[in-house]
């Protein structure tokens, strides 16, 4: 699964972000490297630091949000 390591990382590191809570931390594999303010400072360092190599980018979070997203896998008939 892609960025497994790096989400992992997230998860254990959780309690230790969370004064930073609605920043953006960078993450690359087990290592949390830094913390932005937007989402785009965040992306344009892990890419100047790691290229094309995996890394994540995500908001520090308290309570995560989920979304459901689904889609109809029979075909609708209309008459």
């Not at 699964?1 to 992992?8: H, Q, R, V």
């Not at 690359?28 to 400072?41: A, F, K, L």
């Not at 908001?59 to 075909?75: A, D, G, K």
């Amino acid at each position: 699964m892609a960025l497994e390591t790096e989400l992992a990382t997230y998860r254990r590191e959780l309690p230790n972000l969370l004064d930073k809570a609605g920043k953006f931390v960078l993450i690359h594999g087990n290592d949390v490297v830094s913390t932005w303010e937007t989402y785009q400072d965040a992306i344009q360092e892990g890419y100047r630091l790691f290229q094309l190599k995996p890394f994540l980018v995500k908001q520090i979070q308290q309570v995560e949000s989920i979304h459901y997203i689904t889609r109809s896998v029979l075909p609708v008939c209309q008459s």
